[in-house]
């Protein structure tokens, strides 16, 4: 299990010395892959008479790892050694962890029967999934426990079905054995997230993968299922995974796939609100409808919160950015862990969002709701941005015109976009009322530290144009 090797420390490090001595007869099968080293590790390779190599590392003066805010996970962006060649390659590491699966015989004919009554009223192969999927997260609990062998051992489908709680990889191999039980062609599915920074065939070691997730083969497409990512519907994929590379259980090999990459429109948050202006306030209706990874957070922290805290969680979420804002009559409906979107619909009042001066009326509507385009501080900054996820927000929201009054001034239609974000607002005067839509789109969840000026810089402009004001003008 030894492989990684973190050069940083909890403290400033002035002087270190790394020293790895392979013995002659791995010299050759033994090598050293090098992670984000930078000028202030300087290494040399030392060959004994005797055939021993020592791979040496001198390091200078590296600061004392911190954590920052949105920073990408240590694992993936600290410098950093792999020690490879335990395993020849990603078949030779495959035949090691599976025999972690393959040595235990199961009794499955309760999950048979089980499964096969379950699905009794579905369609197709699609629908199949889905209710298993469902019946999974709603009644098996997810507990990440590690026991013997470090934790890469799946308990038995028979056991986490019999007991109603596992890890991931008994998840997976209960979802495994489910989905087999109703003809379905399902694998076990070796993966690391994201936040281990290297794919399997870079660096094969145990190590380089962190989670289990399952694989249906339909029609020589492969549907991954993660039993641990409730409330994001079956085929879309949580921003932990996606784009990670997968081992496929084969038989006697194994197959080396991607989970696909989702769309930012995959994970969009909508909005839409119609307001009237009611002294200093907006008052009106709003609605949010949310999938993918929007609708995995939304419903995933409503439902794990007590009942007397949902309510506190809805109004921060419905009011965000503001915060003087009133919400009653709330409704939530497709709450539930395969549904494809939630939405929740409630009577707002912004508060404070008008300013009556003289004759004139200033509104401040703020259209853009994205949470994560804001300035990030670089003041003494190590490392470099990584977002939650590649999110889309869709704002739409329209404000009558109060009698007595026109539309003095409407701010114009903006748009940015780099490699990172893309957005656009938009006004518009329609049937007695201002229509405002907007589109913002976060399009790479990664900044390098070395782009932050140009982020920041963009952000600025951004804010500054959601901070635009509505005029509206007494007749005369």
């Not at 794990?304 to 804002?325: I, M, Q, T």
Request: hydrophobic content about 40%; overall charge negative; aromatic content about 8%.
């Amino acid at each position: 299990h030894f492989s990684t090797i973190f050069i940083p420390d909890i403290y400033p490090v002035q002087k270190k010395t790394i020293a790895i001595e392979v013995p002659a007869a791995l010299a050759s099968r033994i090598k050293v892959v090098e992670k984000s080293l930078g000028g202030n590790v300087v290494k040399t390779v030392e060959q004994g008479g005797n055939g021993k190599v020592t791979y040496v590392y001198e390091v200078r003066d590296i600061p004392e790892i911190k954590g920052e805010e949105y920073m990408p996970s240590l694992s993936a962006v600290a410098p950093r050694l792999y020690v490879v060649g335990l395993f020849d390659s990603v078949d030779e590491l495959y035949q090691h962890m599976r025999t972690y699966t393959i040595n235990a015989e199961d009794d499955v004919a309760k999950i048979n029967e089980f499964s096969r009554n379950l699905v009794a009223g579905c369609v197709d192969d699609i629908s199949r999934i889905k209710t298993i999927v469902e019946w999974a997260q709603n009644h098996i609990r997810y507990i990440a426990i590690e026991h013997g062998e470090y934790g890469f051992r799946p308990e038995l489908a028979s056991q986490v079905f019999e007991k109603r709680y596992g890890d991931c990889k008994g998840m997976s191999a209960l979802l495994k054995a489910m989905f087999q039980a109703v003809g379905l062609d399902a694998r076990l599915v070796w993966i690391g997230t994201d936040d281990i920074g290297v794919d399997w065939t870079e660096v094969p070691a145990l190590s380089s993968g962190d989670h289990m997730i399952c694989a249906v083969m339909l029609d020589e497409k492969v549907l991954y299922v993660d039993g641990t990512a409730h409330y994001m519907p079956v085929g879309m994929y949580p921003s932990s995974i996606e784009g990670q590379q997968t081992i496929i259980e084969n038989g006697e090999t194994c197959i080396v796939d991607r989970v696909p990459v989702m769309l930012p429109e995959e994970n969009t948050d909508s909005l839409w609100i119609h307001m009237t202006v009611d002294g200093n306030s907006l008052k009106g209706k709003v609605k949010r409808s949310l999938i993918g990874m929007r609708k995995m957070i939304l419903s995933g922290t409503y439902n794990g919160l007590s009942a007397e805290r949902r309510d506190d969680f809805l109004l921060a979420y419905l009011a965000y950015p503001r915060k003087n804002v009133e919400i009653n009559n709330v409704a939530v409906e497709g709450n539930t862990m395969q549904s494809d979107n939630v939405v929740v619909e409630a009577d707002i009042i912004e508060k404070e969002s008008c300013q009556h001066l003289g004759d004139a009326i200033y509104i401040d509507l703020r259209p853009v709701k994205h949470p994560y385009m804001e300035v990030v501080n670089v003041k003494d900054r190590q490392y470099d941005v990584k977002f939650p996820g590649r999110y889309n927000f869709v704002s739409n929201i329209t404000v009558s015109v109060p009698d007595g009054f026109v539309v003095d001034y409407l701010p114009t239609t903006v748009e940015f976009e780099n490699e990172w974000v893309k957005v656009k607002i938009a006004y518009e005067v329609k049937d007695s009322a201002v229509v405002c839509e907007s589109i913002a789109t976060m399009k790479s969840r990664d900044v390098p530290l070395a782009d932050m000026q140009q982020w920041n810089a963009l952000v600025r402009k951004i804010v500054a144009a959601n901070n635009e004001q509505i005029v509206l003008k007494r007749k005369i």
